[in-house]
């Protein structure tokens, strides 16, 4: 199994929420890792996601080293919602100070999140630390956390990530690649290629033209948002 997680750590998951999410995490890690009688390699990675996704160190490769502050936007052009490396005409946008054009919810404020993207791992201890970490802050860019959870377990970024985190190929034998997409609120904030929701529902069409299998949480989410979320899965 090889498995990516965007979770929501936007300002309306601060306090209950937030903490609500840390348990439920790390269950579910215990579930699909237990200390015995497990078989399975699995492999799990985490993208946090706010009003954008943090990438840490792997900012610069990602941008074609324009990122000032280690976050990155949407990706625009003919590979906006594709796996494809990072390379020309395919960089994602660097972080910063845009406009938001997502009407939904007014203008919302750029924020770089705390948290940084995870890499696939089979380390429980690294798995739970990460999840421990998360802090909640800003508004709701889903589509752009729903990309990096995909490009988590995308072999087209297997020179991207660290080794022991490269993804298998499409289509191995007795290997289930999945994404799981959470969310307490309504996708309110997009710099680039139109409405949040829109792009959301692109990109889940795309992974899941690749075989990938889509799960969607909707944590006490209104009622669009859980539409939305019903239809990505």
Known sequence: IELGMAL???GSMRGTKIADLKVAAKDLVDILMPDRGNTNTVRIGIAPYS???RLGSY???VTNRTSTDGCVRERTGPQAYTDAAPGP???????????????????QDYACPDSVI????????????AIDALQAKAATAGHI??????????????NVWPAASRPVPYGTPDTIKAVIVMTDGIYNVAYANGRASTQALSLCSSIKQKDVTVFTVAFDSPPAAEALLRECA
Do not use: Q
């Open 8 to 10: 929501d750590i936007t």
């Open 51 to 53: 009003a954008a996704v």
């Open 59 to 61: 900012a610069a490769a």
């Open 89 to 107: 005409g395919a960089y994602f946008t660097a972080g910063g100070a845009p406009r938001d054009i997502d009407p939904t919810e007014g203008t």
């Open 118 to 129: 995870r890499p696939l791992t089979s380390d429980k201890a690294v798995l739970k630390s």
């Open 145 to 158: 956390g729903t990309h990096w959870a995909w490009n988590l377990i995308s072999p087209e970024w297997a």
